[in-house]
């Protein structure tokens, strides 16, 4: 296994930039996931340490040796691509047994025999060694790339890319659970590529967030997920997605008022805050709520009054769409309940567990002090 | 509802009719070189499908020794000329599919365009280059012109199969730990092997056929069936049964080609239109 070190790379194609001055270092031994949108540069990145493209500007390092012109045949990796990328025309056996019939990593073919027997029956797919991959449903072709993978024995770096993308909505959510199960077999460095968010939280040692060729931000999961860098980010984690609401924030004596939706709420005193309230009077923030920190009351005092635009029904909760003056919000409710378009619905939000965000959308501070003790470990 | 069933019905009776007809028109004219073959000069004229077949026009085409070289070279050159282009083709068409440089189209665009001109346009100054050069009248001169027939096929249905072939697929073998060499022959090369099949029988079969070449390019000691054919069309009397005979023998080839590969042949040249 291996510490895996960009500095400074970019890599464009043709116009396009794919890479942009990517600086990140995974440490050995990790199991660390690269989460961004389509185009954001994952693949990409993979396929740098790979050696299957070479950087046009920076520096890619192998436990701190210069590996840019190492040949992919001869930097010790394994890969899991895609779109599987299985040998149409070897059988599940030869498909799994390819990487160890090299010359690279030769073994002996009653060992070999030991080893596919071994993972194949670990992937559940032991009764399938005799049939071609056009034989194969998609989720059984998925195992096999994934057993050509783990026959590998502590290459430099496992780098997988979307193994669930192309799986049933069922299947990802199985996989998902027993990719976490098998963590333990890929004794080395892990690169996870995804699209998905909850794969990235729940699998990751760290993650790391990429958009547009630039890594965005890089933490355990919980960083990311209480104290992302930007409302960018915050956006790209959870589902439903977060609301983000205009507000003033006003220095008082003892405490700020923070001003929304009509509303005053009191908070404590905060360091970083103070840093940022530098001048008199009000300042402009963006709060940020999820959707499951919104609670529906009777309208009693401290409730926020809206009018239902939207109501949808996702796996066991619903996401119930409100206008409240010029904001759009969004709210988790449980998936018995019952709405109806343009009634009056009366929320409260729970001001502890809100992010706050300055004018340009900058991540200043999460008023649920508990989670600072993360940031601390 | 009623008129679909009568359209239906009018169809059972009318797609069979048609496709006989369809198919009388295609196959009549083999079919009376067939019975031309076996008929003796004085029923020539005066018979049409009854008639005493005999062997005597085959027997005269194949004896004399004319034919039968001719034949022979044909295969030499038509074999020869296929070698070549697949082993050249395979991986011009291969570079094409998977290399980046600089006026790449325009190269795939001028090979291809080969096969456009007419090739009674080029075979004066090849006449006269060939003299020069000593190719006249030489199996490595008409191997070599041929490649203006073959050689774009191959690259043009060859380079199709390539960019189908997911370059995933090498990209896995190369981090599995294969070199090129191992890559290309394992992996790429039995992928594209309906490809190369398909194209190599097509490629044969224009090389075979071809007759403006070996007509100018030639003389003396090599000669094809295309040419040698020529003879039969004597000035004073056509030999219309000798002309029937070498004709049919001179189909044999390919017939049996196409029979033996017929399997790979469909699935070859179609294969690559479909993305999976």
């Known amino acids: ?377 | 509802m009623t008129t679909e069933k009568n359209e239906t019905k009018i169809g059972k009776i009318i797609n069979p009719i048609l496709l006989t007809i369809y198919s009388i028109f295609a196959l009549f004219p083999l079919f009376w070189m067939v019975l031309l073959s076996f008929k003796r000069n004085d029923q020539m004229f005066n018979t049409t499908f009854i008639f005493t077949p005999t062997w005597d026009n085959f027997k005269s085409v194949l004896s004399g020794g004319t034919y039968a070289k001719a034949f022979l070279d044909s295969l030499i050159i038509g074999f020869g000329s296929v070698l070549i282009a697949v082993v050249v083709g395979v991986l011009g068409a291969y570079a094409l599919a998977r290399y980046e440089f600089k006026g790449k189209e325009s190269l795939a665009f001028t090979i291809l365009s080969f096969k456009f001109a007419p090739e009674i346009l080029v075979v004066l100054p090849l006449f006269m280059l060939y003299q020069r050069m000593g190719l006249y009248d030489t199996y490595i001169g008409l191997i070599w012109v041929y490649q203006l027939i073959v050689l774009p096929l191959i690259i043009w249905v060859l380079r199709g199969y390539f960019e189908d072939i997911p370059v995933e697929i090498e990209q896995a073998s190369q981090l599995d730990g294969y070199n090129w060499f191992q890559i290309f022959f394992k992996r790429v090369m039995p992928l594209a092997g309906p490809g190369v099949v398909a194209s190599a029988l097509l490629g044969f079969i224009f090389a075979w056929n071809n007759f403006t070449f070996p007509l100018i390019l030639t003389g003396f000691d090599i000669s094809t069936v295309t040419v040698v054919s020529l003879n039969y069309l004597a000035s004073d009397t056509v030999q219309y049964g000798q002309v029937a005979a070498a004709a049919l023998i001179s189909a044999l080839p390919a017939i049996i080609l196409t029979i033996f590969i017929q399997k790979h042949l469909v699935r070859g040249l179609s294969f690559g239109a479909i993305k999976q």
């Open chain 1, 1 to 377: 296994m291996a510490n895996i070190e960009f500095q400074a790379v970019t890599k464009k194609f043709g116009n396009t930039i794919a890479l942009n001055n990517v600086n990140v270092e995974i440490k050995d031994g990790e199991f660390f996931v690269l989460f961004g949108p389509a185009g954001a540069g994952k693949t990409t990145t993979l396929k740098t340490i790979a050696g299957l493209e070479i950087p046009d500007e920076g520096i890619v390092k192998f436990d701190g040796k210069i590996i840019n012109t190492v040949h992919p045949s001869k930097r010790n990796i394994s890969m899991v691509f895609e779109n599987y990328a299985l040998y149409p025309n070897l059988t599940v056996f030869d498909n799994i047994a390819s990487p160890l019939r090299s010359p690279k990593h030769k073994k002996e073919e009653e060992e070999i025999k030991k080893e596919v027997v071994r993972i194949t029956t670990m992937l559940g797919i032991e009764k399938f060694l005799d049939r071609l991959p056009s034989q194969l449903s998609n989720g059984q072709r998925q195992r096999v790339a994934l057993g050509r993978s783990l026959i590998r024995e502590k290459p430099n770096a496992f780098l997988l890319d979307e193994p669930l993308a192309h799986l049933d909505a069922k299947l990802r959510n199985q996989m998902r659970t027993e990719l976490k199960g098998i963590k333990s077999e890929f004794k080395s460095t892990v690169v996870y590529v995804t699209h998905d968010f909850s794969e990235a939280l729940s699998l990751g040692d760290r993650v790391g967030i990429i958009n547009n060729g630039k890594i965005l931000q890089i933490g355990i999961p919980d960083e990311i997920y209480y104290m992302p860098i930007n409302i960018f980010v915050a956006k790209l984690i959870g589902e439903p997605e977060i609301n983000i609401i205009e507000a003033k924030i006003r220095s008082r004596r003892n405490e700020y008022q923070i001003f929304m939706m009509n509303n005053n709420y009191s908070i404590e005193k905060d360091e970083v805050l103070e840093k940022f309230l530098s001048q008199e009077g009000e300042n402009s923030i963006q709060v940020g709520i999820r959707p499951d920190d919104l609670e529906i009351t009777e309208g009693n005092e401290g409730s926020i009054r809206g009018e239902v635009i939207g109501y949808e029904v996702s796996g066991n909760y619903s996401v119930l769409t409100l206008t409240i003056d010029e904001n759009i919000v969004r709210v988790k409710v449980p998936i018995e309940s019952k709405y109806n378009l343009g009634e009056t619905v009366f929320i409260k939000p729970n001001i502890e567990r809100t992010l706050i965000f300055d004018q340009d959308g900058n991540f200043l501070t999460c008023l649920n002090k508990e989670i600072f003790a993360v940031r601390e470990r």
